[in-house]
């Protein structure tokens, strides 16, 4: 090794040894005879001395030219600091340097490197090996690396088994577009890259590998959102032999292993609440439980008395929010413009403060009588103090537009701590869902999700209606993770095919092997998959997935930093027969 | 869970107790009114008994027709056998059936699933979820599940941290050829698959990361020899402020990690060797060391006496196969015409036996005296019972025709034990070789390889005897792993870029982002990449990789159980602006 110790673990114990450091100039301070230097590295910063008394003149000239980045390897003695640095693990003590050696010189960065930068986001991503120095960038490389080995580990004393799937695969339309690869040897032909490995994973059901899971790349060729990104890692699972229940626990264990060996937190049981619930609680199926401010629907109450709006209503509903009945009016006109913005597209809002004193003044007094308001603070169990809004319109809009607002007031009373973990399982989704775009129904989760025994008849009757075996996992307002029991026999699997709009000579050309897989002896079987990138976001408090990612793509797709994708060769388009169908 | 234990648990402790397992029917034997059934998992087998007196009549006929590989749920006491089975671990007992429920039923599987099987290669490559059924192919899979674990345990361990490197990045040309992947949104331009994240994790080295590793997929579109995959894994690894010393006591600490704890086998200190020894001594760069039979240089006593053939050859060079002075004439024809087949493309052998009674009987003894063929003898360090086998020629081809009899002597000798690991350190192998068809100077290992400082004199003069700072783990004459000291800076990584042919635009295009990577303080840095898939087959005992992997391919690249690659609709064409160069 070109260092004894790293730049993090000296201490007063280590004084009066000789020791030699590696690292990175963090800084430079230069007092004519006298240079101090703040040597980093992975592991700390330690403070490296030269003095004119005790060093010779060419080491100082050495010190003297050091940059911000250079690489230098510095022997010295371990010595107490006069004036100590408590800030940081090793400042107790100093270096004071008999050798010094420049392994690499550095250009002035780009941008600087500490946790507070100077660099934008482009810059950042261009030069993102440097971007990836900053202690705060790099710990959540090392946080995701935890997170990893944490999983492993969990999942190992599970007896699950790992096993790679390939990343070759074959293009299966249904679903997100594919990524292809053209075949050279099979001219014409191409493989596609997975979106996700579910069908390798169900065979290995099949084959009684009985529990499987793998950290593991896999790839959508979407239209990029923000924070979407083309590659991405999933925690991917699967059992044999198992019900709901079974993987509801197997996996409320690995998310509380988690946050407790990763964060130090401690989870309570996990809640549940059906899809439906969700949708009528809190307008959303991924509910942020970190705040209640549940919805209260006031058909009953708020109806029939003369205000046209609520009158021509589907739903009426609102929210309380505790505590913000001090809102001032100008706050309270912004609330109804944000609500109609067109991302949120609420006609207007009604809102009843809950005054201290008792009494209760809405915008919509002209139609209501201080009884009736007082029935909707029931209806609210609000409080002097509270604030009461809502929204009325189309039952499945205003929900949306209401959850929208649920949000927002939670974010305006700090009710969303980044430090507090409400994980929820969701569960009993539908098995369809009605797409406007092609005018038929498509799977919810997957076309391999079975339905519930009990909803089959409706299939025919009533596709909307059928539930399916299927859960997600959220953390306060975000997806996690989902999963389903399978199906696992052939004839379900074709009924579904065929209510997805398949041809059976479609099903069979894309899917055959599965189905022919069932014929075999398929165990009954289900499994989740958790987005690790988005996993590892919620545990470093982060919104967004990109700083989780080493190497992540801006929001065209592009490696900027490598410049990817881009041109190649003429001979290789030959070699793989195909052709541009643009010009170069 | 659809059982109360697997079918691998129960044991003499258990009986009396109610269980249900849940697996497949491995074998049925039907005694009219006693019926026996073979429950099969993951995790063992279970003898089932229905018998006449006990059961309800519905009971039996529900056993009766169990066909092999139904998936069956069976409820029951458990009961002490009379006749036990040794052979199994639950062979002291049986489960006496009171319930049973047919999970799932099955065609009859197109080959046996038992250890021993009757399906061909291409049938059990379609079929392989049944093929994985297998017990020892499964076996082959937990395997490397274990050897993944503990190759994570000891990287977290030494500190390395495991980073995810993109997939999707850019086309290089040089080494082999790239998948390439066209861009939706970028018409005209193409990610590639990387053939090793190696760009990348010298760039986690310029970030600080001190250590990197990850178990990852690679892929090299390559015309598919024998045992070679299109995708393939790789442990990969990289470490900053190191020589080649700590790089191979790191690895050495790895590999004997593993096989401590996957295969309980206590290895010794691991023996290096040079490249150029290993050329002169086995003729080979990844000598088998689980026997001697060093090469012995004969020119000195063979030349000069007459016999044309060694006489005008540039190298005489022998082994000595201890105990085979008693090969038959007929073996030694064979042998002789063994080592004439084209792929070997020796021109002769000439052999002298040193027969029990001491004396010397060799095919030359026109030619030298009893004397020479002593003075053979000696050189060979040979006994009474030896065989000496001698070729002769060009020294490069003479060398490599020599290894390969070696290594079938060694067979034929059964000195090849496969429960025997000899791991060697090849080092110091040259910069640069040769290449007849290009008509220029190739790297080695590749083009980030750092030449020894001592030789960078030669580059202009004699670039062929440059020596790398690079190094291979050779297991039992398989290339287990590769990696070297990397150039760091600019100047020297520019200039190695010059001396394979790249022009300085080139080299811009397609590392740029490294090189000036490399001005903004990169330290000295290394690392090495082991081949996952042979290192799991090494210790499986197997020559080859195919089993190790859960869905291989076949040797045209072809996963014929999904039936990939394939044909993809018009509009993924046209979206992703490429046309077929040939019909569909």
């Given at each position: 090794m070109l260092r004894t110790h790293t730049c993090g673990e000296l201490r007063l114990d280590h004084i009066n040894q000789e020791v030699t450091l590696a690292g990175w100039v963090q800084r430079v301070r230069n007092k004519g005879g006298l240079i101090w230097v703040d040597l980093r590295d992975r592991y700390g910063l330690t403070q490296l001395i030269f003095e004119e008394e005790s060093s010779e003149k060419e080491l100082l000239e050495k010190a003297a030219i050091l940059g911000r980045e250079f690489v230098v390897q510095a022997t010295g003695m371990v010595v107490e600091r006069t004036s100590k640095n408590d800030k940081i693990p090793t400042g107790s003590i100093e270096i004071k340097v008999t050798a010094l050696e420049v392994l690499n010189a550095a250009k002035v960065p780009p941008f600087i490197i500490e946790d507070e930068t100077d660099g934008g986001d482009e810059l950042r991503m261009k030069y993102r090996y440097l971007d990836l120095r900053r202690n705060v960038v790099r710990e959540k490389l090392q946080l995701r690396h935890k997170m990893m080995q944490e999983t492993r580990k969990y999942m190992d004393a599970q007896n699950f088994i790992e096993v790679e799937t390939p990343v070759l695969i074959k293009s299966t339309p249904e679903g997100a577009r594919d990524f292809v690869v053209p075949s050279r040897t099979n001219p014409g032909e191409f493989y596609a890259l997975p979106q996700s490995p579910q069908t390798f994973k169900q065979l290995l059901m099949v084959s009684g590998f009985d529990r499987y899971f793998q950290i593991v790349k896999c790839f959508r060729d979407e239209d990029l959102r923000a924070d979407r990104q083309p590659e991405f890692t999933q925690i991917d699972c699967e059992m044999a032999f198992v019900d709901q229940e079974d993987i509801l626990s197997t996996f409320e264990g690995l998310t509380k292993h988690l946050?407790?060996?990763?964060?130090?937190?401690?989870?309570?049981?996990?809640?549940?609440?059906?899809?439906?619930?969700?949708?009528?609680?809190?307008?959303?199926?991924?509910?942020?439980?970190?705040?209640?401010?549940?919805?209260?629907?006031?058909?009953?109450?708020?109806?029939?008395?003369?205000?046209?709006?609520?009158?021509?209503?589907?739903?009426?509903?609102?929210?309380?929010?505790?505590?913000?009945?001090?809102?001032?009016?100008?706050?309270?006109?912004?609330?109804?413009?944000?609500?109609?913005?067109?991302?949120?597209?609420?006609?207007?809002?009604?809102?009843?403060?809950?005054n201290a004193d008792g009494t209760i003044k809405s915008t919509v007094d002209k139609f209501y009588t201080a009884g009736d308001l007082r029935a909707w603070a029931e209806a609210f169990n609000a409080e002097p103090g509270d604030l009461m809004l809502?929204?009325?319109?189309?039952?499945?809009?205003?929900?949306?537009?209401?959850?929208?607002?649920?949000?927002?007031?939670?974010?305006?009373?700090?009710?969303?701590?980044?430090?507090?973990?409400?994980?929820?399982?969701?569960?009993?989704?539908?098995?369809?869902?009605?797409?406007?775009?092609?005018?038929?129904?498509?799977?919810?989760?997957?076309?391999?999700?079975?339905?519930?025994?009990?909803?089959?008849?409706?299939?025919?009757?009533?596709?909307?209606?059928?539930?399916?075996?299927?859960?997600?996992?959220?953390?306060?307002?975000?997806?996690?993770?989902?999963?389903?029991?399978?199906?696992?026999?052939?004839?379900?699997?074709?009924?579904?095919?065929?209510?997805?709009?398949?041809?059976?000579?479609?099903?069979?050309?894309?899917?055959?092997?599965?189905?022919?897989?069932?014929?075999?002896?398929?165990?009954?079987?289900?499994?989740?998959?958790?987005?690790?990138?988005?996993?590892c976001a919620i545990f470093g408090g982060s919104d967004s997935i990109r700083d989780y990612i080493a190497f992540p793509k801006n929001n065209s797709g592009r490696d900027v930093m490598i410049d990817s994708p881009s041109s190649i060769a003429d001979e290789q388009l030959t070699e793989l027969s195909i052709q541009l169908a643009v010009k170069k």
């Open positions: 946050f407790s060996t990763v964060k130090g937190v401690e989870l309570e049981e996990v809640q549940r609440m059906t899809f439906a619930d969700a949708m009528r609680l809190y307008g959303n199926d991924k509910p942020d439980l970190r705040f209640d401010m549940k919805f209260v629907e006031l058909n009953p109450i708020a109806k029939g008395k003369g205000f046209g709006i609520f009158d021509d209503a589907e739903l009426v509903v609102g929210i309380c929010a505790k505590g913000a009945a001090e809102y001032t009016r100008k706050q309270l006109d912004a609330l109804t413009d944000w609500v109609k913005r067109p991302q949120i597209g609420a006609k207007g809002m009604v809102y009843a403060k809950y809502i929204l009325s319109g189309e039952a499945n809009k205003v929900r949306k537009q209401l959850s929208e607002l649920r949000l927002k007031m939670g974010e305006d009373l700090g009710l969303r701590d980044r430090n507090v973990f409400k994980p929820l399982w969701v569960m009993d989704f539908p098995l369809l869902e009605w797409d406007e775009e092609t005018n038929r129904f498509h799977a919810m989760h997957h076309p391999f999700t079975s339905p519930k025994k009990v909803d089959i008849p409706l299939l025919d009757v009533n596709p909307g209606a059928v539930r399916a075996n299927a859960y997600d996992l959220v953390i306060n307002g975000v997806e996690i993770g989902g999963g389903s029991i399978r199906i696992h026999d052939r004839a379900t699997q074709q009924l579904m095919f065929k209510h997805l709009g398949f041809s059976d000579e479609e099903a069979q050309k894309q899917f055959g092997f599965l189905m022919e897989a069932f014929e075999y002896g398929a165990p009954p079987h289900g499994g989740i998959a958790f987005g690790f990138d988005r996993l």
